[in-house]
């Protein structure tokens, strides 16, 4: 992000934000987590599934700092090679991710590994997003905004399946339809549905959007700090009110990402980072922030080695036949015999781990761009 004065709340947002990304992905079981920590079953909303719209939000925001001057000075071919070029880096990190194995040839079947995931929709939704950025203003990314919200919920809601009206379930929606018509069962997470499918991410992309309208508004030099706050306030607890009065006809749903659900976090996003604009920017209280800057500085390098550990660690097997997460988690569970406890005291383990690594690229400054 290159502005004249460095706008910490976004860093210090980032680095939270991967942080719980990467605690919520490595718990020592998942067999006990506390409630918070899981995601919805189907319906409903927790905490952990603000974590990866929040990221989205941030993709967003920094789509507005980085091409804003670009827009300004004219669009030159080099910056349609950087696009290209970190959407599909991204794409294929979450391939490897969804892929790696320690088997030779050291790639699960092409015919049966998943395609989707969450580092495949970051660069689908970055690509898109930057290009409706570069070419459109506010009011043409409005009009996309709200035609996607509302056009999602009519197709998902109006067009039958099997001659009957979709009930929003399982085994009942339209974007399973799709997903298994076009990626098959062999390339999903589930047999039913894939949260990060081809249909659902088209309304993730109105979250990369939502994103980019805080980043706007941060970038207007005409606006004062306050006022700038006070529309963050302003348009968080509209998408709350609208989202939370959606929910009772669409209701919220992660894997789905229905309309609702885009309104709903993208409130509690705005309102977030509000807090943290405010006490870290306008109050000038930025300290306490700065191990989320140091973890933020490094975002996607961090999560990438978190997910290929994370698998290493799963995949090979000790002299007693167990991983070595199981060893690992089975020396702390007999020590915190408390299943949901044990398991979550790893996770902050795992996140003091990677921290201790984006620190030592932090200050060896070896910052990796995705």
Do not use: C
């Not at 349609?80 to 880096?89: A, P």
């Not at 109050?283 to 500085?297: C, D, E, Q, V, Y």
């Not at 490094?298 to 290929?308: D, L, Q």
Request: charged share 15%; glycine share 8%; no cysteine.
């Amino acid at each position: 992000m290159s502005t004249s004065k460095r706008i910490l709340s976004v860093d210090i947002f980032r680095g939270i934000t991967i942080a719980a990304m990467i605690m919520v992905n490595n718990p020592g079981t998942w067999g006990a987590i506390y409630p918070p920590f899981k995601h919805a079953e189907w319906h409903g909303l927790t905490p952990t599934d603000l974590i990866f719209p929040f990221f989205l939000f941030i993709v967003g925001m920094s789509i507005s700092f980085a091409y804003t001057k670009k827009k300004e000075v004219g669009i030159t071919g080099d910056v349609y090679k950087k696009i290209i070029s970190r959407t599909l880096k991204l794409i294929g990190l979450g391939l490897i991710l969804a892929g790696f194995t320690i088997i030779p040839p050291f790639f699960k079947d092409l015919t049966t590994f998943r395609i989707p995931g969450v580092l495949q929709r970051i660069g689908v939704v970055f690509f898109i997003s930057s290009i409706l950025f570069l070419y459109t203003n506010w009011k043409v990314l409005l009009g996309a905004f709200i035609s996607i919200l509302v056009g999602y919920w009519y197709i998902m809601t109006q067009i039958s399946i099997d001659g009957a009206m979709p009930l929003l379930t399982q085994e009942s929606n339209l974007a399973s339809v799709v997903d298994l018509k076009i990626l098959t069962v062999d390339h999903m997470w589930k047999t039913l549905y894939d949260p990060e499918g081809i249909l659902s991410t088209i309304p993730a992309i109105a979250t990369t959007i939502f994103g980019m309208f805080l980043g706007m508004i941060l970038l207007d030099k005409k606006k004062p700090e306050q006022q700038k706050l006070i529309s963050f306030l302003v348009i968080g607890v509209i998408a709350l009110v609208i989202g939370y009065a959606w929910d009772t006809v669409f209701p919220m749903n992660k894997a789905l990402w229905t309309s609702s659900f885009v309104l709903v976090t993208g409130g509690w996003a705005s309102l977030i980072y509000a807090l943290i604009y405010f006490i870290a920017d306008i109050l000038g209280h930025s300290s306490w922030g700065k191990p989320a800057i140091i973890f933020g500085s490094n975002a996607i390098t961090v999560y990438f080695m978190s997910g290929i550990v994370a698998r290493l660690f799963g995949m090979i097997k000790l002299s007693n036949g167990k991983s070595i997460h199981g060893n690992l988690y089975e020396m702390l569970s007999n020590i915190i015999t408390i299943p949901e406890l044990s398991s979550l005291i790893y996770s902050f383990f795992v996140i003091a781990f990677y921290y201790l690594v984006a620190l030592v690229m932090y200050k060896k400054k070896i910052f990796i761009k995705v």
